[in-house]
């Protein structure tokens, strides 16, 4: 199984960790495909079809589209409607600010909304009453829907200004870390998705038919990433991860894979936001991070798998990257699973 093609088992806790997820823990992993020993193992991980299958099982059996996270249940249609009113607006900014409204008049225990500045906007989350299960994992779940459901709207990639969390890293569940460039801060006085104006700009592309279509498979299908293979930064970073010995590829040498010229390739990363140089190195950062944490790989072959022709100078880019070595880093990973009660 490819890096792309898994979730990390920390999610799987994080479902359960609600009062109806211990209280059918059992049922639902059964219904997933999913073995009860799996949940314990620091390094495991499930399919996406099996993680799938278990959000399903979950939306079936509480008829919560929070999944029983907030204190009172969304009624199953709340997030159909949402769609239906940002799919009457003209621009995606009208369309996010109309969504926060909507949840506004549903719910008590959460709100989001929309202020503009200089720049461009900022998404902002508010939660107002306690949550039952992981807040790290419910704001992540809440960022990753309106990214993904903001980027089908416009029918292009969206890459925010900066994601701002209001938790430590410690606790965060790596939602975005190898799928978006953009800086992600975390210890912040509230949690924030920062759009830049010529995002917000856009005008909503989709209509009736295309949504109906959408909205078959339900809220939990934008909890799985479906970025755009339109993006030349997605295809770039798939590639990446599928073939990792390409990593020592030169920008003209991908650009020929892509059947395109060296300076179109330049150009649509460009009108991304992305840096050809800054993306590859974000995926050594990234993948690096995942063999080291879920794998028993050894440094060696991690360094190897990120191109490196010596361990050596993996271990000077990894501590340039993350101010600790590759073996402390790992050794901090597993300590912190072990003792956080949200993975």
């Known amino acids: 199984m490819s890096q792309n093609e898994w979730v990390a088992i920390r999610y799987v806790r994080a479902l359960l960790s609600t009062e109806l997820g211990r209280e059918h823990a ?51 249609g709340s997030f159909a409607m949402m769609c239906h009113i940002m799919l009457g607006c003209e621009r995606l900014s009208q369309a996010l600010s109309r969504a926060g ?65 209001c938790y430590p890293q410690s606790e965060s569940f790596y939602s975005f870390e190898g799928k978006l460039t953009c800086p992600i801060l975390y210890q912040k006085g509230r949690s924030s998705l920062d759009f830049p104006r010529k995002i917000l700009n856009e005008p909503v592309r989709r209509n009736g038919v295309e949504l109906q279509s959408l909205l078959i498979k339900g809220p939990q299908q934008f909890l799985v990433d479906f970025r755009s293979e339109a993006s030349f930064s997605t295809r770039l970073k798939a590639h990446w991860n599928q073939h990792g010995e390409s990593l020592t590829d030169s920008l003209e040498d991908l650009a020929a894979s892509f059947g395109i010229s060296p300076s179109s390739l ?48 993996f271990h000077r880019a990894f501590k340039k990257w993350t101010g600790m070595t590759p073996r402390d880093y790992r050794l901090k990973g597993q300590e912190a699973y072990r003792s956080s009660p949200n993975v």
Not at 37 to 51: K, L, R, T
Not at 119 to 130: M, N, S, T, V, W
């Open 26 to 76: 059992i049922s639902f992993l059964k219904e997933a495909g999913i073995e009860e020993h799996a949940i314990n193992d620091p390094f495991g991980h499930v399919s996406i079809d099996e993680y799938v299958r278990l959000l399903n099982s979950i939306w079936v059996k509480s008829r919560d589209e929070s999944f029983g996270f907030t204190p009172s249940s969304l009624k199953p």
């Open 101 to 165: 409204k909507f949840y506004q008049l549903l719910s008590d225990d959460f709100s989001f909304r929309l202020q503009e500045h200089s720049e461009g906007a900022r998404f902002e989350l508010e939660i107002k009453a306690p949550l039952k299960g992981a807040e790290s994992f419910f704001t992540e779940a809440v960022f990753a829907v309106f990214l993904r459901l903001s980027a089908w709207m416009i029918d292009r990639t969206i890459q925010p200004l900066n994601i701002s969390l």
């Open 266 to 313: 330049r150009r649509k990363l460009r009108d991304e936001g992305c840096n050809f140089n800054e993306l590859r190195e974000n995926v050594r950062y990234q993948s690096s991070r995942y063999y080291l944490l879920y794998t028993h790989k050894s440094l060696e072959s991690i360094a190897a798998l990120m191109g490196y022709s010596e361990p050596s100078t």
